[in-house]
């Protein structure tokens, strides 16, 4: 049986995220992109909206919803803006949706509560300046010492690095493994900010997303007490890659959403505009525009919400949320680029938000996954090269 129908709660909590974004953060969007400023009181009101526990059951401070949910709320939230959604994407998805499944008690207790209720943010440090696709290729290194493991490395491009108070790190804890590329040398801690050593920076002058934060993570001896070891010693990479497949998700509804912007302000725009004495929507090429804007929403919306559909179920899905994410991010920069074209030199400035579409979309190309590692992945899958095994921890299926 298929059905594409929302429930109520879906919808209920939909409508609370669009009139979040487009009330509160619309009107002064282009502002703070202008000044590359991130608002933290953004994160205040999306933690009073219960946003930034979307997914996390109430036992452990969240508003406990669906991934479809989770999904809708991304699409509506990037229809606004990207730096919007990629709160989501690392504080639920890379971050608590991680804790949530490879943490025990005592981790869930101390960082996953305050993350849900929003009184602490999270974010994921896995890229490093000289690892990013490859990921094996980090260099952060975990010694244990005692009851301690001392951190020494560096993060970059971590999004809401100068913000966030939980960092989830990958690090070799066997750098013996690290010289044989053996990935089961990785392990992941749960850091905090104020540990002695730690210290972040704001990346500035993007091309996109300059209302978001991006940053760097600086580790000087930074001693982790071994209760923060996210799951077993050497589960790191596994970790990450299951991070990761949420993340993804979230990527792939939020550069929906953004699509969905494209096609709204193009057809507006392609209705006022006159030229040769009719509205340019009439000039077929114009058509041919906006009928692929179209058509990639709904196939980008079709295919995160199954992959939604799959995490509800607890059904392994990364191949269904890759091919989400890589569809709807290409999908997206076209869309954008041809919302450019179609405002003609208007679309050239930030007189129209198409302009900042267009550099918000070429991030999700690069980042979770860039366009070729995801090109990558499905062609190994459609070949038979690659075959999921069973991960110890799965998302839990969702029991609302
Ligand atoms: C705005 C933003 C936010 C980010 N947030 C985070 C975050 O919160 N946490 C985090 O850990 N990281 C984050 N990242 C980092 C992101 O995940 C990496 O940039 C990404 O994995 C790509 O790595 P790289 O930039 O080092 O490029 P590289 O891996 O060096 O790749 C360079 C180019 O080579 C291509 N390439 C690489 N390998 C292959 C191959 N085998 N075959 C064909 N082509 C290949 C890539 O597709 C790319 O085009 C963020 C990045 C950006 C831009």
Redesign the pocket.
């Known amino acids: 049986m298929i059905d594409f129908s929302f429930t109520e709660e879906q919808l209920m909590i939909q409508k609370i995220a669009r009139d979040f974004a487009q009330k509160e953060i619309l009107p002064r969007i282009r502002d703070l992109d202008r000044a590359q400023t991130f608002d933290r009181s953004i994160l205040k009101k999306m933690a009073e909206l219960g946003l930034l526990g979307l997914t996390i059951p109430e036992e452990y401070g969240g508003v406990y919803c669906d991934y479809i949910t989770l999904g809708l709320v991304c699409e509506e939230l990037e229809y606004v803006d990207t730096s919007l959604r ?1 709160i989501l ?2 504080h639920i998805g ?1 971050n608590s949706l991680t804790l949530l499944t490879w943490g025990n008690e005592e981790q869930k207790k101390k960082y996953l509560i305050p993350q849900a209720k929003g009184e602490k943010i999270g ?13 094996v290729a980090i260099e952060t290194r975990a010694e244990k010492r005692g009851d301690y493991y001392i951190l020494n490395g560096e ?7 100068d913000v966030a108070d939980n960092f989830i790190i ?1 690090a070799w804890t066997d750098w013996e493994k690290k010289k044989k590329r053996d990935h089961s040398g990785i392990s992941a801690f749960i850091v905090e900010r104020g540990m002695k050593g730690l210290e972040t920076a704001t990346i500035h002058n ?1 091309l ?2 300059r209302a ?1 934060n ?1 940053g760097s993570i600086s580790l000087t001896d930074v001693e982790v007490p071994k209760e923060n070891l996210l799951g077993e010693e050497g589960e790191g990479f596994k970790i ?1 890659m299951f991070a990761i497949d949420q ?1 993804r998700y979230t990527v792939a509804a939020g550069a929906t959403g953004l699509i969905r912007a494209c096609l709204d302000w193009s057809v507006k725009y392609a209705n006022e505009r006159k030229t040769f004495g009719s509205p340019i929507g009439y000039h077929q090429l114009i058509k041919e525009m906006i009928c692929q804007m179209a058509v990639d929403y709904e196939v980008s919306r079709l295919l995160y919400l199954k992959a939604g559909w799959m995490k509800n179920q607890g059904i392994r899905n990364t191949r269904e949320t890759s091919m989400a994410k890589y569809y709807a991010c290409e999908a997206a920069e076209r869309a954008a680029s041809n919302a450019v074209q179609i405002h003609g030199a208007y679309g050239f400035s930030d007189e129209y938000p198409v302009e900042r579409f267009y550099r918000n979309a070429k ?1 999700a ?9 995801h ?2 992945i499905q062609a190994d899958y459609a070949l038979g090269l690659r075959i999921d095994k069973p991960l110890r921890c799965n998302l839990p299926p969702y029991k609302g």
């Open positions: 990629v994407s690392v890379l974010t994921f440090g896995l890229t490093e300046p000289n690892a990013g696709s490859d990921a993060k970059m491009w971590i999004s809401l690095a990958f993007k996109g997303i978001g991006t990450a993340g991030g190309q690069i980042y979770e996954g860039s366009r070729e590692i090109k990558i």
